[in-house]
């Protein structure tokens, strides 16, 4: 089977890793899109297992499928995206994945101590979120969302 003849999705799922179903979903998500060949069946582009394995990878940073086809969106889709589209992705994507990296490092940083979800569970919750201040900033674990307590806002007295 010629390069030319696509991958049958078979062929791209082994590669992947990916089940057929996953890829057909991807499919119907407009993350690929696969043409027909004579018989009837989908063949995909080789450069689908790069799109595909893109699509993997940035699941499991978090991303949601509308943020990862607006960012498969910048590369061409009637053909193989070249290393500039890649380049231009990727830099789309950068923002995105430091802005990860930073919610992962409070996560990492602020898990062992208070994090201001309004639970006054801990001791240092008294010290951190004191009659739990950080409530009135809204709901959630406001420290692990980027909020800080003011020093005004830490003195009992408010
Ligand atoms: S950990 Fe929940 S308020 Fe401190």
Not at 20 to 28: G, K, L, Q, T
Not at 33 to 56: E, K, T, Y
Not at 92 to 98: E, I, K, S, T, Y
Not at 131 to 144: N, S
Request: charge should be positive.
């Amino acid at each position: 089977m010629a390069v030319s003849d696509g991958l049958p999705i078979g062929a791209l799922a082994a590669r992947t890793g990916l089940a057929v179903s996953a890829i057909r979903f991807y499919e119907a998500q407009g993350l690929i899109r696969p043409w027909r060949n004579a018989g009837g069946q989908r063949r995909f582009q080789r450069a689908d297992i790069r799109r595909l394995s893109f699509v993997m990878v940035a699941q499991r940073v978090g991303l949601s499928l509308p943020e990862i086809r607006a960012v498969l969106q910048t590369l061409p889709g009637g053909r193989t995206p070249t290393k500039a589209d890649w380049d231009r992705m990727a830099a789309a994507f950068r923002a995105h994945l430091d802005a990860r990296i930073a919610e992962l490092e409070l996560l990492r940083d602020n898990l062992d101590g208070c994090i201001g979800c309004g639970c006054l569970s801990l001791p240092t919750c008294a010290l951190h979120n004191p009659k739990d201040r950080m409530g009135a900033r809204g709901a959630g674990p406001r420290f692990l969302l980027g909020d800080v307590l003011e020093k005004e806002e830490g003195r009992g007295d408010g």
